[in-house]
Nanobody, 125 residues
Framework: QVQLVESGGGLVQAGGSLRLSCAAS????????MGWFRRAPGKEREFVAA????????YYADSVKGRFTISRDNAKNTVYLQMNSLKPEDTAVYYC??????????????????WGQGTQVTVSS
């Protein structure tokens, strides 16, 4: 079992920044993948970013490329999502997710077996 706890959400003005954290517990990080997804009001959950442990490759949705950065801290078993130049359309509940086996498909929800409870990000205009 893996437990994921997100933190760092909040209210920020457009153009501002936030850093989300996802702390994992319950097992040792190994070669797998972690991702961030979000669900905006009235919309389906969508892929935001992913980090592949093997090789450290990162993947981003087109809508956040150049603004968001996903990273990890092995010692803390934590994955981060640094969000810069935030826009009102980034307002959503953000979820981190964990693939126990690297599926090499990082933008697909069903490939992630474990999910956090979500953290709200609100960007005001």
């Amino acid at each position: 079992q893996v437990q994921l706890v997100e933190s760092g959400g909040g209210l920020v003005q457009a153009g501002g920044s936030l850093r989300l954290s996802c702390a994992a517990s319950g097992r040792t990080f190994s070669s797998t993948a972690m991702g961030w997804f979000r669900r905006a009001p009235g919309k389906e959950r969508e892929f935001v970013a992913a980090f592949r442990w093997s090789g450290g490759s990162t993947y981003y949705a087109d809508s956040v490329k150049g603004r968001f950065t996903i990273s990890r801290d092995n010692a803390k078993n934590t994955v981060y999502l640094q969000m810069n130049s935030l826009k009102p359309e980034d307002t959503a509940v953000y979820y981190c997710a964990y693939q126990p086996v690297d599926s090499r498909r990082y933008d697909t929800e069903r490939e992630y077996a474990y999910w956090g409870q979500g953290t709200q990000v609100t960007v005001s205009s």
